[in-house]
């Protein structure tokens, strides 16, 4: 067995880490605090003990003395006490004392009675504790003095009491835990909202001083990559923007020349620099289409509206949501989300399936599902990056521009939402854009 595996378990989360850090010191310390408390009282009870037998022993042996043989009997139980009492018989057969207390009490019987009585003691058990000494009275009486040590009996509210501290322990460490961890909890919270390219709520730097100052660094670098995202989509928008003059030009030049096949070759290519160039203009606005206030949509309508329009053209794609399902959203980033989805099942499987629904805390979904050839496993998160394609040809209808994907994916965080792709069971792709509830 190695070292790991004989590692104890250790709680993923740093809540549970400081709760258990602080539950199990708690309770160390006070199970120490009690034992030290215990140990006291067993010394104290102890020293009672011994001084109450030192004090006793002789007076309750001279009043049996003067008292006549007849009445010993009635008075022997009065001078019983909690741990040792007095027996007229002679001891119970036995060793000698084999404790250090055993010995130690037939030493203090011994000095309280001046040495005056030849002492027998009797070691009767060890567990628990018993032993007897045994004497003679002037009259030859046995009488023998049964010592059973033990400590104060506990009294029956203790353990409830016991039980109701570590229940307030384990209160106060998960409240002072709770207290700790809220404002990471909310700074967590807000940086997995965080939408870097556009421009949102910055995070609240209130809370502890450390929490505060990590919210103060992350909106500073917030607004670093916003600016930083910003200028580059500025970049593509501006480059996409002026080529599209000149390539125009070129095509106007083009369709001057001799009509052949190196004529149809360049205006093929034109035709997809031409697209090229659309599809970078479309990428770089897609993270601000979303603006002014979202509204009310019926999604069957909306969706029924969508599979109309490509079955008017002859394309064969199916589906829709069910009644009554209403989504807060922007529609025209919607339908362009969902546009691109089709498209692009259309484009590499030849038709495309819509449904869609709400998920158990009030996420709305759509679902583009086909049966093309799927996406391998390790290239579903690369294909949602700009410019990725897995062919590498880049001709339209087989690798396209590498951008349709990674727009859908801008527009749907422009909406609130997240979208992710998954490879179907006997084949095919689904295409899954889920909505903010």
């Not at 010394?43 to 007076?59: C, F, H, I, K, Y």
């Not at 125009?248 to 149809?264: C, F, S």
């Not at 349709?404 to 909406?415: P, Y």
Request: glycine content about 8%.
């Amino acid at each position: 067995m190695n070292a790991a595996a004989r590692r104890l378990p250790w709680p993923r989360t740093l809540s549970a880490r400081l709760l258990l850090l602080l539950l199990g010191g708690l309770t160390l310390a006070h199970a120490l605090s009690f034992g030290l408390l215990f140990y006291e009282r067993y010394q104290s009870t102890r020293s009672m003990m011994l001084r109450n037998l030192d004090e006793d022993v002789a007076v309750s042996v001279a009043l049996l003395e003067r008292l006549p043989a007849s009445e010993r009997e009635a008075w022997v139980p009065r001078l019983e006490r909690r741990t040792y009492r007095y027996l007229l018989r002679p001891a119970a057969a036995g060793p000698a004392p084999e404790t250090d207390r055993a010995r130690q009490v037939t030493s203090i019987i011994d000095d309280s009675l001046r040495h005056r009585y030849p002492l027998q003691a009797r070691q009767v058990s060890r567990m628990p504790e018993r032993f007897e000494v045994e004497l003679r009275l002037h009259d030859g009486t046995p009488l023998t003095i049964e010592v059973t040590p033990s400590g104060l009996p506990l009294a029956r509210w203790l353990p409830l009491v016991l039980m109701a501290q570590l229940a307030l322990l384990l209160l106060c460490a998960w409240l002072a835990v709770r207290l700790a961890m809220r404002p990471l909890a909310q700074l967590s919270h807000a940086m997995e909202h965080l939408q870097p390219g556009q421009d949102g709520p910055a995070l609240p730097e209130d809370g502890p001083a450390e929490v505060g100052t990590a919210a103060t660094a992350l909106n500073a670098l917030q607004a670093r990559i916003r600016g930083h995202v910003s200028e580059r989509l500025q970049i593509l928008a501006a480059i996409s923007h002026d080529l599209q003059t000149p390539i125009t030009r070129m095509k106007l030049r083009v369709e001057t020349l001799p009509e052949d096949a190196t004529q149809q070759r360049l205006l093929a290519d034109l035709d997809h620099l031409g697209q090229l160039v659309r599809e970078g203009v479309a990428y770089a606005r897609s993270s601000h289409v979303a603006s002014g206030e979202p509204v009310a949509m019926d999604l069957a309508a909306f969706l029924s509206s969508v599979v109309g329009d490509y079955q008017d053209v002859g394309k064969p794609v199916s589906g829709g949501a069910p009644s009554g399902l209403i989504v807060q959203t922007w529609p025209q980033p919607l339908r362009r989300v969902v546009g691109n989805l089709v498209d692009n099942a259309l484009r590499y499987a030849g038709s495309a399936e819509i449904d869609a629904g709400r998920d158990e805390v009030g996420r709305v979904w759509i679902r583009i599902s086909d049966r093309g050839p799927g996406i391998p496993e390790e290239q579903l998160q690369a294909v949602l990056a700009p410019f990725h394609r897995l062919e590498s040809s880049r001709n339209r209808d087989t690798g396209g521009t590498g951008l349709g994907l990674a727009i859908a994916v801008q527009l749907a965080q422009s909406l609130g939402g997240s979208l992710r792709l998954h490879n179907r069971e006997g084949g095919g792709l689904q295409a899954l854009l889920q909505l903010p509830a």
